[in-house]
Structure formats: C-alpha cells, structure tokens
C-alpha cells in the first residue's frame, strides 16, 4: 500500500534559520502530494501541493517539489519566523478517481519550534 | 473561518455520558471524513461518508456511531467511551468529482473523557 515517511521532530531553529523537513513515499500510481501545516488548536490547513512530477508548490514562503526519481517532497523555508511553529504533515492521495473521496495516506507529522 | 465548522471546541464527558460532536460544511462537498487524533500516534480515519453513504468504517468501536443526514452535516454519536478514547477529533470534507483534491479540515473538538 501507500505510505509516506517523515523525518521525525521536533525541530528546533532560531528565527531566520532555514528550514528543510524530509518527507519521501511510496505509491502504486501517480499521486498528489500535500504538505498541511497545523497551528496549536487547529485543525490541519492546507500549505501547497503538487500533482505531477517536477511541478513546485509554494506558499507563505514554503516550497517543495515533486520529485519522482527520488520519491520525495521535501519541504523547505528559507527563513522561518516565530509564527512559523506548528506541525507539519506531509501526505498523499491517488489522483485516478477512488469511488467518491480522498484515499489520503499522512506521514506522522514534524513538529517545528521556532525561537526568537 | 475554515470552511469547515466543528462543536465542541471542548468535550469533557464520563464514561457512562452519551454526547455528540457536530460538523457542518458549506464548500459544497459530497465527501466527509472523521479522523481521529492522538498525541504521539498517526491520523486515523474513522469513518467516511460520500453523498450521505457511508463508504468507510475502519473497524471503529461500535460505541463511536456516525450519522451524516445531508451532505452538509455529519454527526458523530458517542456512548460508554473509554479513558483512551480522549483525543483531538477532526472533521473534513472533499471533492468527490476528482482525484487528488486536498482535504479541508475544521478545527477539531478536543474530547477528554473521564
């Protein structure tokens, strides 16, 4: 089946640091891959995606790119801020239609701290 | 504002309560989804519901009981629960015309069951 692994946290930076957060997977098709972010007492929000090899999701500052050869959708920040802690999870979905909803696989999510 | 409205924020119930969790979505989604989250452990799905059928029960306890009456709203019935059913429980919603659509979560009720 699908999976998707992450490095483990937490992660610790000072503020202006660069962030990268490794997430690499293994699907059967041509999946999507996500990177949702979840602030303490959220719920998990969308940060950017990707639905085909090579493509590059960005948003606030956060990018990743598709990477089939290595399996991988790593997530990276150039410069991180205090506003920035909060937990990371990188996840999947098949892009061929599955019956009617989202067959999601999540990583077990990274914990990013960030210190002033 | 998510899209996704989740009551509770909070629950504290006893073993013996029986209470309900409410989820209301108006992105006019057909999919529903309730997860379960755990300090120290992955997201679990629980249940899914695709047009007001449930496609998905991921052997979930019988004491935990969904019920989604319209595409818009989804309920999730809880009685008897154990210690260890205390968690953060979050609800989303999705496409269902499309594969790789993101999910779109609410802001979970936090359940402590005592």
């Known amino acids: 089946g699908d999976s998707v692994t992450q490095m483990e946290g937490p992660v610790t930076l000072s503020e202006e640091a660069c962030l990268t957060i490794n997430c690499t997977y293994t699907a059967t098709g041509y999946p999507s891959l996500f990177w949702y972010v979840q602030y303490p007492g959220e719920g998990l929000q969308l940060l950017l995606k990707a639905t085909k090899a090579d493509d590059k999701g960005s948003n606030k500052g956060f990018e990743a790119t598709y990477r089939k050869e290595t399996t991988s959708f790593h997530l990276e920040k150039g410069s991180v801020q205090v506003s920035d802690s909060a937990v990371y999870f990188c996840a999947l979905t098949e892009n061929r239609y599955s019956g009617g909803y989202q067959k999601v696989t999540f990583g077990t999510g990274t914990k990013l701290q960030v210190i002033p | 504002e998510t899209g996704v409205t989740q009551t509770p924020r909070h629950l504290v119930m006893g073993m013996t309560n029986k209470k309900s969790l409410k989820c209301e979505q108006h992105l006019g989604h057909n999919a529903m989804y309730w997860y379960k989250q755990s300090a120290k452990k992955p997201l679990e799905l629980m249940f899914v519901?695709?047009?007001?059928?449930?496609?998905e029960n991921n052997s979930v306890p019988s004491r935990f009981s969904p019920e989604c009456p319209n595409s818009s709203h989804l309920f999730l019935h809880l009685h008897t629960l154990q210690p260890e059913d205390s968690a953060l429980y979050l609800c989303a919603s999705s496409p269902t015309d499309r594969g790789g659509s993101p999910l779109h979560f609410g802001n979970g009720t936090r359940l402590t069951v005592t």
């Open positions: 519901y695709n047009f007001k059928e449930q496609t």
